[in-house]
């Protein structure tokens, strides 16, 4: 029984570490250092072969192609109950007849991410500007232990935030439904890190979504193609 549960031990620790190589191919910003950092320092216990065989393997996920998961997300039913910055309890479902983006992250990364987001988010807040409207940025943190209100209202005022922001944080069950709906997917603890991908969804007034950036799809071009503001 004690070999047997010894491997049952590293089967799971394989593929937990497998879980992270996939998530870090499709963080390719991320890529390097997600490498580095949770794949190469482990050490199983077992002969230089064996972790080369492992090594080997999970490196061959860089030649799987990940598509981003489907979205289901309905403005109009998003009227699970969050937190915002403020402590002021706030429903996504509230912000209908407004242009809305939505996407997920956590104060904590150290990694790019954060960065990126934040960019990502500030370009299409002025790209709205520009074409004279206006869109509400709403951020839903992947750490809800850690990203309590006060932390929140500390990051948004570091990060110089408007009132058309959202950071907001909810209990899991509600955060990785969210995940789920506007197609974003699993995310995993990892040390101190959460691996993680990237969806965002823009939406019109009419709660229709326009739009879909993920990791290799952040052009704003066309947007407006159709229909200015």
Known sequence: MGLISKANSILQTLTAILKCYDMAIR???????????????????MNKKIN????????????????QPAFSFDLEKATDEWTDELGQKFTIASLKGKNVAITMAYSECKKT???????TLKDVSALYKKNGSSIELVV??????????????AFKEKKNMDSQWHLLV????????????????????????????FTMLILDETGKVVKTLDWEHRELDGLFKDKPL
């Not at 991410?113 to 960019?119: A, E, K, S, V």
């Open 27 to 45: 963080l390719q910003n991320c890529k390097k250092s997600l490498i580095s950092k949770f794949l190469i320092p482990y050490n199983f216990g």
């Open 170 to 197: 909810g209990s899991e069950k509600i955060t990785r439904k969210l995940a789920q709906d506007i197609g974003f997917g699993d995310y995993w603890q990892m040390d101190d890190h959460i691996l993680h991908g």
């Open 52 to 67: 080369r065989l492992f090594l080997i393997l999970a490196i061959s996920l860089s030649a799987i192609s990940f598509s």
């Open 140 to 153: 839903a943190s992947l750490d809800p232990e850690h990203d309590k209100p006060p932390v929140l209202k």
């Open 113 to 119: 991410c954060p960065m990126l987001t934040i960019q």
